[in-house]
């Protein structure tokens, strides 16, 4: 492909989905993309989405606004004791979400593997989105899936590793990069839709409904985002977000939607 290809294929990936880029809830414009998704998909309410580690179920959160204001119901999975009551308060004022306290296994035959889990829930095999966010072992996670094939999936990745380098989640080295995350979509039969911190799959039948630009199945990389690779401070923010109360993190949330 030559350099102006690319740069017309990359910036029809911008005019696409990088205007709909929306915080309600989420940190890096998962809101808008996943609306604006789920609008070409014609699924806009009514569905089903699974989110771990879910915290309150609102922090941070890339599925929480579909609840509050799209009428989907969900299944939102922490395994943090503390988090967990939190999550538990967020249930009893939005009765479509059922809170989990599990910790998920990474081997599929496993009891409390994913698919164990939502076995015992009312959430159907080909739901809208899954939402993984656990900092080490996503993609082992997401592997381990089989039976349930969601539409969407949004997995959390290490974006301070450029694309072309595999790396996956162990004890020397931190979260799944990039291309390693895309290499595991492309088994499981996703296609990459964007990057925004996070990795947005779509599955691949669905494809044509969102006019895919086929030269992206063999060029994923135009999708990364690459302000991310200087993005040292998001490790911090990251940091300070796990350990700040989530009544400071509303208040926050509160100000800043009155600002902006």
Not at 124 to 139: A, C, Q, R, T
């Amino acid at each position: 492909m030559d350099i102006l290809s690319f740069l017309d294929i990359e910036q029809k990936y911008k005019n696409m989905f990088n205007g709909f880029k929306k915080n309600v809830y989420s940190q890096n414009g998962e809101d808008g993309i996943l609306q604006e998704l789920l609008k070409k998909l014609n699924l806009e309410k009514n569905g089903w989405c699974c989110e771990f580690g879910a915290w309150d179920g609102k922090v941070g959160s890339n599925t929480f606004n579909l609840i509050k204001n799209f009428n989907f119901k969900a299944i939102y999975i922490e395994s943090d004791e503390k988090k967990f009551k939190d999550l538990k308060k967020t249930e009893r004022s939005y009765p479509n979400i059922f809170a989990i306290n599990q910790t998920i296994d990474k081997n599929k035959n496993s009891i409390n593997s994913l698919e164990k889990v939502l076995e015992k829930t009312k959430i159907p095999v080909d739901f809208e989105i899954l939402s993984i966010d656990i900092d080490s072992y996503d993609l082992d996670v997401w592997e381990t899936l089989e039976k349930y094939r969601p539409k969407i999936v949004v997995i959390e990745i290490n974006s301070s590793i450029k694309p072309g380098v595999i790396q996956r989640h162990d004890l020397k080295n931190q979260g799944n990069s990039f291309s390693a995350t895309v290499e595991v979509g492309k088994k499981k039969g996703y296609i990459l839709v964007c990057h925004t911190g996070n990795c947005i799959f779509l599955r691949d039948d669905l494809k044509n409904k969102i006019n895919y630009e086929k030269n992206l199945l063999n060029n994923p990389d135009i999708l990364f985002d690459k302000s991310w690779l200087n993005k040292k401070d998001s490790i911090l923010k990251e940091i300070f977000r796990s350990l700040m109360p989530v009544f400071v993190i509303d208040f926050m949330r509160k100000i800043k939607r009155k600002l902006f």
